[in-house]
């Protein structure tokens, strides 16, 4: 059974810094694009970054590029979110998801070809 697991959140204050972990028991990892989405209370679902299955291609949503970095261990199959900088706007749930054979093209950030996601971790900066 596949399990999409993430930690790593907590409250900081703005400016500060959090790293975010995804481990995927159960998932042949490898085999997977991987992305990071946030969702604010009532505000709709952002996809924020995408990691290509075998690594090297990523890509970063405008809200978060320059500031967030995404990257990936095939050998732990986990996935990581360093996020520097935060802003009180960055405030909201963050989930992991997961793509077979998934190059990031396209409609990444709509989350409609992710196979599998994560319950989420809370991320709350404060000003």
């Known amino acids: 059974q596949v399990q999409v697991v993430e930690s790593g959140g907590g409250l900081v204050q703005a400016g500060g810094s959090l790293r975010l972990s995804c481990t995927t028991p159960?998932?042949?990892?490898?085999?997977?694009?991987m992305a990071w989405f946030r969702q604010a209370p009532g505000k709709e679902r952002e996809g924020i970054s995408c990691i290509v299955h075998r690594g090297g291609t990523t890509l970063y949503s405008d809200s978060v590029k320059g500031r967030f970095t995404i990257w990936r261990d095939n050998d732990k199959n986990t996935l990581y979110l360093q996020m520097n900088s935060l802003k009180p706007e960055d405030t909201a749930m963050y989930y992991c998801?997961?793509?077979?054979?998934?190059?990031?093209?396209?409609?990444?950030?709509?989350?409609?070809?992710?196979?599998?996601w994560g319950q989420g971790t809370q991320v709350t900066v404060s000003s």
């Open positions: 998801a997961a793509a077979p054979y998934f190059y990031c093209l396209g409609s990444w950030s709509s989350g409609g070809v992710y196979r599998h």
């Open positions: 159960g998932l042949n990892f490898d085999n997977y694009g």
